[in-house]
């Protein structure tokens, strides 16, 4: 979003979505996040307040994708074990899906999974091609398309328009979406992530999502963050074949046009992509029906 828009329009690109309220656990952890020194014990404190939510998190850490030896039987155990950040983004993402009650939303489980599994495989990426925040990946895979959710509980058929949006490669997603609803679900989730105050950065790539071929491109040669993280993004969103569950299609048509760049851009090459395809399908069934 490069300049700042009016009340009226923002209400407009809303198309009357009503934004839900940051949940207060996240709140509360982000407040303990940046403390100069964060208490992990008011952190595991402030979980254990929802019995159903450390439960979860619990269910999580305990997945074959942490790969820990040893069984963890308390939420002290899994913040001190996977780190501050790691636990509190578990939280997010599944704040994300208690927020949204309605019942069209919950009963998307297919979706729920596959934001959980692009989080996890872009922050594996992340670790591989040396991003220094993995962190913020995982939170950007969790939240990237935050935005479908709220349009799939505003209009009724909004299954149906993903779909077509894409089945028209000549289109980006977001094209087909702007003109049958004028908006879009990159958009949406850019006012909801800026309204749960999550860093800017993360607020722009999001909106920018279904923009990738303007960075990946043979006349292109910027070098910045949130075109690495933009490639990340891809990456994962490809692995975990998002285009199949969202699009129904088989085939990933943002991917054939912005593929080789992507790979080129993390230093990576066809053979390393086939490695990752195999590794997470070996962990995907474990890890698939969390929620």
Same mark, same amino acid.
């Given at each position: 979003?490069?300049?700042?828009?009016?009340?009226?329009?923002? +209400?407009?690109?809303?198309?009357?979505?009503?934004?839900?309220?940051?949940?207060?656990? !996240?709140?509360?952890?982000?407040?303990?996040?940046? !403390?100069?020194?964060?208490?992990?014990?008011?952190?595991?404190?402030?979980?254990?307040?929802?019995?159903?939510?450390? &439960?979860?998190?619990?269910?999580? %850490?305990?997945?074959?994708? *942490?790969?820990?030896?040893?069984?963890?039987?308390?939420? +002290?155990?899994?913040?001190?074990?996977?780190?501050? =950040?790691?636990?509190? #983004?578990?939280?997010?993402?599944?704040?994300?899906?208690?927020? !949204?009650?309605?019942?069209?939303?919950?009963?998307?489980?297919?979706?729920?999974?596959?934001?959980?599994?692009?989080?996890?495989?872009?922050?594996?990426?992340?670790?591989?091609? &040396?991003?220094? =925040?993995?962190?913020?990946?995982?939170?950007? &895979?969790?939240?990237?398309?935050?935005?479908?959710?709220?349009?799939?509980?505003?209009?009724?058929? *909004?299954?149906?328009?993903? %779909?077509?949006?894409? #089945?028209?490669?000549?289109?980006?997603?977001?094209?087909?979406?702007?003109?049958?609803?004028?908006?879009?679900?990159? %958009?949406?989730? @850019? @006012?909801?992530?800026?309204?749960?105050?999550?860093?800017?950065?993360?607020?722009?790539?999001?909106?920018?999502?279904?923009?990738?071929?303007?960075?990946?491109?043979?006349?292109?040669?910027?070098?910045?963050?949130?075109?690495?993280?933009?490639?990340?993004?891809?990456?994962?969103?490809?692995?975990?074949? =998002?285009?199949?569950?969202?699009?129904?299609?088989?085939?990933?048509?943002?991917?054939?046009?912005?593929?080789? +760049?992507?790979?080129?851009?993390?230093?990576?090459?066809?053979?390393?992509? +086939?490695?990752?395809?195999?590794?997470?399908?070996?962990?995907?069934?474990? *890890?698939?029906?969390?929620?």
């Amino acid at each position: 979003m490069a300049h700042e828009l009016t009340t009226e329009q923002i +209400e407009s690109i809303l198309q009357g979505i009503r934004i839900p309220p940051q949940p207060q656990i !996240m709140v509360d952890l982000q407040l303990e996040q940046v !403390m100069p020194d964060p208490d992990l014990g008011r952190i595991a404190s402030l979980i254990r307040q929802d019995p159903a939510l450390a &439960g979860t998190v619990l269910k999580v %850490v305990n997945s074959p994708f *942490y790969g820990l030896s040893n069984r963890i039987t308390s939420v +002290e155990q899994a913040v001190n074990l996977i780190g501050m =950040n790691s636990v509190v #983004n578990i939280v997010n993402g599944l704040s994300i899906k208690s927020q !949204m009650s309605d019942e069209k939303i919950v009963a998307m489980n297919r979706f729920w999974d596959t934001a959980t599994d692009i989080a996890n495989v872009a922050t594996t990426i992340a670790k591989q091609v &040396g991003y220094p =925040n993995p962190d913020l990946v995982y939170l950007l &895979g969790l939240f990237h398309n935050c935005g479908i959710p709220l349009l799939m509980s505003r209009f009724d058929n *909004y299954s149906s328009v993903m %779909v077509e949006s894409y #089945n028209h490669p000549e289109l980006r997603v977001v094209d087909v979406e702007n003109q049958q609803l004028n908006t879009n679900h990159a %958009v949406i989730g @850019y @006012y909801t992530a800026k309204s749960w105050r999550l860093p800017k950065i993360l607020c722009d790539v999001i909106a920018e999502h279904h923009n990738a071929t303007r960075y990946f491109s043979a006349s292109d040669y910027r070098d910045t963050e949130q075109k690495t993280l933009l490639a990340i993004l891809k990456l994962a969103e490809h692995i975990c074949g =998002n285009y199949r569950v969202l699009g129904k299609q088989s085939s990933d048509p943002e991917w054939q046009i912005i593929g080789d +760049e992507v790979l080129a851009y993390l230093g990576l090459g066809e053979y390393d992509m +086939e490695q990752m395809e195999a590794n997470f399908a070996e962990l995907g069934a474990s *890890y698939q029906n969390y929620f």
